[in-house]
């Protein structure tokens, strides 16, 4: 099996290659050479036959991605399908699954299977539940067996915490948070259980074969990613980043395609720098990053936290961002949940597109703004991120009367209408 990556270096274009280039309007050359470079990626595993595929990279409208994923102790299939139609009726470019417990490859196959978007997964949450949650019993031969099985499954992208290494454990451990990844904390237990090194790190030659075999996009965890502001920019983050640089260039020397996982809480003024510094150590792998989160005392609002921080970082850098959701800090998220996290990251992805003059991207917003001044409410509605939203808002906020309400609405009123007098005023010259 070749992958994207190899076939581009090849000077091959495939059908999924061509598929990605119709949906961003840019050249299929212009695909292929980036996909050559390792500066964008296509998760496409070919078992994943209901695949529409995306393409990652700075020069490609920023992608969003929805977490969903039943719990230890809720939900089930039926309910993180809901989640799955939910997520991609509002909008998501891609999808991961996060669940924990019993019988996971037949969740995962009832997602995959109305799952068009690429599908990503995070290997370790299976190998605990394979084990009944003893840490101490994680083998490197179990990693490899659930990272072989996804992939003959139809996964495209998986996030390995492969550059968390023994050393950095200690420096975490400094942190108010300490550690709030969940893949972090599992394989920083075992480490220091075992005073051994991280497994995913001495196995990485075995996971690539794996991978490359597949066409799995891998996605590099950041094990060591801020839990809380105090923590974000030390030296536990950096020195796991180093690392992530090093497996870039391994992944790429073995032809798979590899992007780059970045922080979860980080105050608004270190966003930049710490795009900037993923770009240079990472030599410009695809960034997908967590929010951020740029405070820490807004549970139940951490959507929109995470979102100010999420522009940010796609502005000066970041190409796919994971949501988060009003349930962040709280619990699990239900489909209203990830609805509102969708809707928040697609505004954050869409304000970055415009801010950095990606081709076209304003072009929506410059219907909206003639909508708007033309009183047109359906047109309006239609190019709204959330039509069915906004058009509920606007019924459920018109004013019972005799007068014609389609050239003003209840914010101001008929007499005080700005755009209304404007256009009185063009019609009086």
């Known amino acids: 099996m070749s992958t994207q990556l190899l076939r581009a270096r090849d000077g091959a274009v495939t059908a999924q290659m061509e598929a990605v280039a ?7 050359d ?29 020069r490609f409208r920023t992608k969003v991605n929805a977490n969903l994923g039943r719990s230890a102790d809720k939900s089930c299939l039926e309910e993180e399908q809901t989640k799955v139609t939910t997520a991609l009726e509002a909008g998501a470019d891609f999808v991961m699954d ?19 978007a690429p599908f990503g997964t995070v290997p370790i949450y299976e190998a605990l539940s394979r084990i009944d949650g003893n840490t101490d019993a994680i083998s490197s031969e179990l ?20 550059g968390l290494l023994r050393s950095h454990v200690d420096l975490a451990l400094k942190r108010i948070m300490g550690i709030a990844s969940r893949g972090g904390a599992i394989l920083a237990r075992w480490m220091a259980k075992h005073d051994q090194e991280n497994p995913l790190y001495t196995n ?40 992530l640089g090093e497996l870039v260039t391994r992944s790429r020397e073995a032809g ?8 979860g809480h980080v105050p608004f003024d270190q966003i930049q720098m710490n795009m900037e510094r993923e770009q240079r150590v990472c030599d410009e792998a695809p960034f997908y990053v967590l929010g951020p989160v740029v405070t820490d005392i807004a549970p139940g609002y951490d959507h929109i936290t995470s979102a100010i921080g999420a522009t940010a970082a796609a502005f000066h850098g970041a ?3 994971c949501y988060v959701t009003p349930a962040e800090h709280l619990g699990l ?79 101001c009123g008929k007499d005080f209408c700005a755009v209304r007098n404007t256009q009185q005023i063009l019609d009086e010259q």
């Not at 119709?22 to 299929?28: D, I, L």
């Not at 196959?109 to 799952?115: F, K």
């Not at 990485?204 to 060591?224: K, M, P, Q």
């Not at 509920?392 to 609405?409: I, L, P, T």
């Open 22 to 28: 119709v949906k961003e309007n840019v050249p299929v």
């Open 30 to 58: 212009e695909v292929r050479a980036l996909l050559a470079s390792g500066r964008a990626v296509l998760p496409a595993n070919p078992a994943h036959t209901r695949l529409s595929p995306e393409v990652v990279g700075r």
């Open 98 to 116: 996060l669940s924990v417990g019993p019988d996971l490859g037949a969740l995962r196959r009832g997602l995959l299977d109305i799952c068009p």
């Open 143 to 162: 990693m490899l067996t659930v990272i072989r099985d996804q992939a003959e499954q139809g996964v495209d992208f998986m996030t390995i915490h492969a």
């Open 204 to 243: 990485w030659d075995a996971i690539l074969d794996i991978c490359r075999e597949h066409d799995v996009t891998l996605s590099l965890g950041d094990g060591l990613r801020p839990g809380c502001l105090a923590d974000a920019s030390d030296d536990a983050q950096f020195a796991e980043l180093d690392v």
């Open 256 to 263: 798979v395609q590899v992007m780059v996982e970045g922080p």
């Open 319 to 321: 190409s796919l961002l």
């Open 333 to 411: 998220p239900t489909a209203k949940d990830v609805k509102e996290g969708v809707i928040a990251y697609r505004i954050a992805a869409h304000a970055a597109d415009v801010a950095r003059g990606l081709p076209g991207a304003r072009e929506r917003d410059d219907a909206m703004s003639r909508a708007r001044r033309a009183f047109d409410w359906d047109q309006q509605f239609d190019l709204a991120l959330d039509g069915e939203g906004a058009r509920a808002r606007y019924e459920a906020a018109r004013v019972e009367s005799d007068d014609d309400e389609s050239d003003f609405c209840s914010m």
